[in-house]
């Protein structure tokens, strides 16, 4: 069974690899520069906020995070499991270490946005109590998505 543990840069080539080949391969999102995958620990684990990976066999195969935004507010990022996985629990794992995280943190609503394309983290999302919302706050980033999502704690 994969382990979920706190992201550490042993892992850093093998976490960028694994999110790129993702979103390219299988979404054809070639098009973004992502600079926060070569500045994991501090974009996402800084300020109270934190970034997990899934790892089975040495190899990453799932991947979340939590920014804490202030104001008892969290946003959803980088999550990802790799195809083979998916349908094995994994994501639901993955998510709740994030919220695990978050209620910790203090954090009492979670935000994420996500793009029509990726049909199966809609209905993951929905399905794990994610209301759809028509927009963000105006004071966080939308990081290029058109469909949000919050989650209240």
Not at 56 to 74: D, H, L, P, Q
Not at 126 to 141: H, T
């Amino acid at each position: 069974m994969a382990k979920i543990i706190e992201y550490n840069d042993l892992y850093k080539a093998q976490t960028k690899k694994f999110i790129l080949r993702i979103l390219i391969e299988e979404f054809g999102l070639d098009t973004f520069e992502r600079p926060d995958l070569d500045a994991i620990r501090s974009v996402y684990q800084e300020g109270g906020s934190n970034f997990w990976i899934a790892v089975e066999n040495n190899k990453v195969i799932g991947s979340v995070a939590i920014i804490n935004y202030g104001n008892k507010r969290g946003y959803l990022k980088r999550m990802y499991v790799d195809k083979e996985y998916r349908g094995s629990g994994l994501a639901k794992r993955l998510l709740g270490t994030a919220v695990k995280y978050a209620r910790a943190s203090g954090i009492k609503v979670i935000f994420l946005g996500t793009i029509e394309g990726m049909g199966a983290a809609n209905k993951f999302y929905k399905k794990n109590g994610f209301e759809r919302i028509e927009k963000l706050p105006d004071d966080l980033p939308g990081f290029g998505d058109t469909i949000f999502y919050k989650l209240t704690l």
